[in-house]
């Protein structure tokens, strides 16, 4: 995989999946834009990618807003000039009872997990769409999409809906040469891993619990461009815990 010189957008990016993401296409030789609505860390990470020897930069964004986002791509675009690959990461959790859940609540995740995901997909298309290369969007679902625990209706719409638009955006923009893939991540832990359990590990078939960089390797096979035959999937990275009876012994 080749990823020099592409200039990447990866929203949601100071903290967890999404500055593992940014920090491996850096890695990758990748001009990085960290968009996130928390500046202090968001500027945080671009240091760490620059520590790194990446090219980096923050554009503060809050994905609820169509202008922020329309901005994104701009300062994008004229900063570097072209817009190659979108990593649609940002997001939030609602895990409330229905009976309790304010409808403030749920405008609020909708917009900021799934509506982010048009709307960012919908702008940065028309600067792929002018490229003879065309492009790549990855959108971060979750396994949440096809199970639940309680109280997580909120979140599950949102990760439902992220799959299905998909592959309606692949069908869409399919014509501009530009592929879109989700990946549904499982359990990835982002604090510290040394204090997980050995059942936690053992509850996958991979025995081991996630981590970040699985979901980058993930992303960066799904935007080489010698992949571009993949295209309106829903990538699950779990280590095969969706596919595991669930008997109690």
């Not at 923009?173 to 499982?186: M, R």
């Amino acid at each position: 995989m080749s990823f020099q010189s592409q200039v990447v957008i990866v929203t949601g990016a100071a903290n967890g999946i999404g500055k593992g993401i940014a920090t491996a296409f850096a890695q990758e030789g990748a001009k990085v834009v960290v968009a996130d609505i928390d500046a202090v860390t968001g500027n945080e990470v671009v240091q760490h990618i620059q520590n790194l020897q990446g090219d980096a930069l923050f554009i503060e964004t809050d994905v609820r807003i169509e202008h922020d986002i329309i901005q994104l791509m701009d300062k994008t675009f004229q900063t570097y000039g072209k817009i190659d690959i979108l990593i649609n990461n940002a997001g939030k959790g609602l895990f409330k009872s229905p009976f309790d859940v304010k409808v403030e609540e749920w405008d609020d995740i909708i917009n900021t997990n799934l509506r982010s995901v048009f709307l960012c997909s919908r702008e940065v298309a028309k600067y792929m769409s002018d490229s003879k290369n065309g492009g790549s969007i990855v959108n971060i679902a979750s396994t949440r999409a096809i199970m639940s625990e309680p109280y997580s209706e909120g979140y599950a719409a949102t990760k439902g809906g992220i799959v299905a638009i998909t592959h309606a955006l692949a069908a869409s923009f399919a014509e501009h040469h530009i592929t879109v893939n989700a990946i549904s991540p499982g359990w990835i832990e982002t604090g510290d891993y040394e204090d997980l359990r050995e059942i936690d590990h053992h509850q996958h078939f991979s025995k081991r619990v996630g981590k970040p960089s699985d979901i980058a390797n993930a992303c960066l096979y799904l935007t080489d461009r010698k992949n571009n035959f993949v295209t309106g999937i829903n990538m699950v990275v779990d280590g095969g815990m969706t596919k595991k009876m669930m008997y109690e012994e």
